[in-house]
């Protein structure tokens, strides 16, 4: 078993000294406190008993409902008897490991990929191939190439792992064109695939594209949470998926956790029955497309030229790479020294990859924070660029911010000199000094 980036992260989070841009915090403080307040006595005056006992193991009946409302927004119509609610979207990787993974057996996926999905492809000790993206999603003409190559080894993957709307880190977004290649690879090759789309309703620009469980419903196993829409407290997510899938993911729920928190699902329920869900959603959307913006204009202004990041079009996080001589994972140990975290890129691959990488996640923390949080990272990254630059004599290119504040240091640094005394000026004319 591996560790979660993320999760050894979180602890931070407690310490109110640091910026963190390392979790993928929806910002819950958005979520009015007298609403939870009503909202929980509806539970309690309307269904006390009920929400303290046991439910079923697929969820109750009003969550499935929710379900059904959710995915029809996204443009999918669902039986409410092909949902399985789940502690979370977090549950879903870990039931359709349990269900269909033996040690040893090959799981396809982006590179980068989710980091939280990489400690449970280790726990049920599958052999991870990658498939690499660009700003178009996963390569499906490599994908087809890495699945012909596995099958004259004699090996077939179990499944396909997507991210394929904001992706989670990459921020990308799967064309099309590339949605519907993907899904024919499946179905002629009859592999399934897993479509993880905790985000696809956190849209700031552009059209909504169908998602691979629209396209296909035969081999597409589907997963979502209330986590980015609602509360990650909560705990749900579900899975809707084939039936014969769905069924042994029950039983492999029922030996993890018997059922989802009775007193959560019925939270979710009062909460669609209180009025028009999409409301808080859309509140949700204009606050975080305002904090993208601002990480992207930090960016722009405190990072080296030489660095790249994603512009994603909605989710929650933005992919940077810096030079290659720069490992995030030495840096992130810098960083915290500064009071900021990220996580680093080598933990959404499994083959060392990504020293040069990092998710930024710009929705857990306010504007004013994001802006400081990014100065203080370009500020330690300024330094490795300048010791780089020592080491090797090779210097690089300062972006505008940059020079402003390598003017204002060598600015202060000359008043900071000892002026000479005036008969040593003789008949010199002071002039005001001029900045760089």
Same mark, same amino acid.
Request: charged letters at 25%; aromatic letters at 8%.
């Given at each position: 078993?591996?560790?979660?980036?993320?999760?050894?992260?979180?602890?931070?989070?407690?310490?109110?000294? =640091?910026?963190?841009?390392?979790?993928?915090?929806?910002?819950?403080?958005?979520?009015?406190?007298?609403?939870?307040?009503?909202?929980?006595?509806?539970?309690?005056?309307?269904?006390?008993?009920?929400?303290?006992?046991?439910?079923?193991?697929?969820? !109750?009946?009003? =969550?499935?409902?929710?379900?059904?409302?959710?995915?029809?927004?996204?443009?999918?119509?669902?039986?409410?008897?092909?949902?399985?609610?789940?502690?979370?979207?977090?549950?879903?990787?870990?039931?359709?490991?349990?269900?269909?993974?033996?040690?040893?057996?090959?799981?396809?996926?982006?590179?980068?990929?989710?980091?939280?999905?990489?400690?449970?492809?280790?726990?049920?000790?599958?052999?991870?191939?990658?498939?690499?993206?660009?700003?178009?999603?996963?390569?499906?003409?490599?994908?087809?190439?890495?699945?012909?190559?596995?099958?004259?080894?004699?090996?077939?993957?179990?499944?396909?792992?997507? =991210?394929?709307?904001?992706?989670?880190?990459?921020?990308?977004?799967?064309?099309?064109?590339?949605?519907?290649?993907?899904?024919?690879?499946?179905?002629?090759?009859?592999?399934?695939?897993?479509?993880?789309?905790?985000?696809?309703?956190?849209?700031?620009?552009?059209?909504?594209?169908?998602?691979?469980?629209?396209?296909?419903?035969?081999?597409? #196993?589907?997963?979502?949470?209330?986590?980015?829409?609602?509360?990650?407290?909560?705990?749900?997510?579900?899975?809707?998926?084939?039936?014969?899938?769905?069924?042994?993911?029950?039983?492999?729920?029922?030996?993890?956790?018997?059922?989802?928190?009775?007193?959560?699902?019925?939270?979710?329920?009062?909460?669609?029955?209180?009025?028009?869900?999409?409301?808080?959603?859309?509140? !949700?959307?204009?606050?975080?497309?305002?904090?993208?913006?601002?990480?992207?204009?930090?960016?722009?202004?405190?990072?080296?030229?030489?660095?790249?990041?994603?512009?994603?079009?909605?989710?929650?996080? #933005?992919?940077?790479?810096?030079?290659?001589?720069?490992?995030?994972?030495? !840096?992130?140990?810098?960083?915290?020294?500064?009071?900021?975290?990220?996580?680093?890129?080598?933990?959404?691959?499994?083959?060392?990859?990504?020293?040069?990488?990092?998710?930024?996640?710009?929705?857990?923390?306010?504007?004013?924070?994001?802006?400081?949080?990014?100065?203080?990272?370009?500020?330690?990254?300024?330094?490795?660029?300048?010791?780089?630059?020592?080491?090797?004599?090779?210097?690089?290119?300062?972006?505008?911010?940059?020079?402003?504040?390598?003017?204002?240091?060598?600015?202060?640094?000359?008043?900071?000199?000892?002026?000479?005394?005036?008969?040593?000026?003789?008949?010199?004319?002071?002039?005001?000094?001029?900045?760089?």
């Amino acid at each position: 078993m591996k560790s979660s980036a993320m999760r050894d992260l979180m602890a931070l989070t407690e310490r109110p000294e =640091v910026i963190s841009l390392a979790g993928g915090w929806p910002d819950t403080s958005t979520f009015p406190p007298d609403s939870y307040a009503a909202l929980m006595s509806s539970v309690a005056s309307r269904s006390c008993a009920r929400a303290l006992q046991y439910g079923p193991t697929e969820g !109750l009946a009003v =969550v499935k409902r929710c379900v059904a409302d959710v995915m029809r927004r996204e443009g999918m119509e669902i039986d409410v008897d092909e949902v399985l609610v789940t502690t979370g979207g977090q549950q879903v990787i870990d039931l359709v490991c349990k269900t269909l993974l033996d040690p040893g057996d090959v799981v396809v996926c982006e590179a980068p990929t989710y980091p939280g999905a990489v400690p449970t492809f280790c726990a049920y000790e599958a052999d991870v191939v990658q498939v690499t993206m660009d700003r178009d999603g996963m390569r499906t003409g490599e994908l087809e190439a890495t699945l012909e190559e596995l099958e004259r080894a004699g090996r077939r993957p179990k499944f396909i792992y997507t =991210v394929p709307t904001f992706h989670n880190p990459a921020g990308v977004t799967m064309s099309l064109e590339r949605r519907r290649e993907l899904v024919r690879i499946a179905s002629e090759r009859e592999l399934l695939v897993l479509e993880d789309n905790p985000y696809g309703l956190l849209r700031y620009e552009g059209s909504p594209l169908p998602t691979l469980r629209s396209l296909d419903d035969e081999f597409v #196993i589907y997963a979502s949470t209330f986590s980015k829409i609602l509360s990650p407290g909560v705990r749900l997510g579900w899975a809707v998926a084939p039936g014969p899938v769905l069924e042994k993911m029950n039983i492999g729920k029922q030996s993890s956790d018997l059922c989802s928190s009775s007193i959560s699902q019925y939270f979710v329920s009062a909460y669609f029955d209180s009025g028009p869900w999409e409301d808080y959603v859309r509140s !949700l959307i204009e606050i975080y497309r305002r904090r993208r913006d601002v990480m992207l204009d930090a960016l722009a202004d405190q990072f080296p030229r030489e660095a790249e990041w994603t512009h994603p079009q909605g989710g929650l996080f #933005i992919w940077a790479t810096l030079p290659d001589y720069i490992d995030t994972t030495d !840096l992130l140990a810098r960083a915290l020294d500064e009071q900021v975290a990220f996580v680093p890129g080598r933990a959404a691959f499994l083959d060392g990859r990504g020293g040069s990488s990092m998710r930024l996640n710009f929705s857990g923390v306010g504007e004013d924070q994001i802006r400081e949080g990014v100065q203080r990272l370009g500020e330690v990254v300024r330094e490795q660029v300048a010791l780089y630059g020592t080491l090797t004599g090779e210097h690089a290119v300062l972006t505008p911010a940059q020079l402003e504040v390598a003017s204002r240091e060598a600015e202060a640094e000359a008043h900071a000199q000892p002026e000479r005394e005036p008969e040593q000026l003789g008949n010199v004319l002071r002039l005001p000094r001029k900045r760089a």
